[in-house]
């Protein structure tokens, strides 16, 4: 179904469809974002992840330092 608007109403004659369009158009951006987002936070995680290993690994070696001076 195509609705038109009156010239006098809108000043301009638009259809429902190029609104739709549209919209799709927006939801297509906001699906780009949402990964672009999701992967940011996907790299951030990954880093703490690697300090957290790396920490626990730099712990295991003074522990076993410290044992081996005694």
Do not use: P
């Amino acid at each position: 179904m195509i609705r038109r608007r009156a010239k006098s109403e809108g000043g301009q004659e638009e259809t429902e469809e190029e609104e739709f369009e549209e919209k799709e158009e927006g939801e297509e951006n906001s699906e780009k974002a949402k990964t672009r987002w999701d992967s940011e936070v996907k790299e951030i995680n990954d880093k703490e992840e690697g300090r957290k290993k790396e920490g626990l690994i730099a712990r295991k070696r003074r522990k076993k330092k410290r044992r081996m001076s005694w």
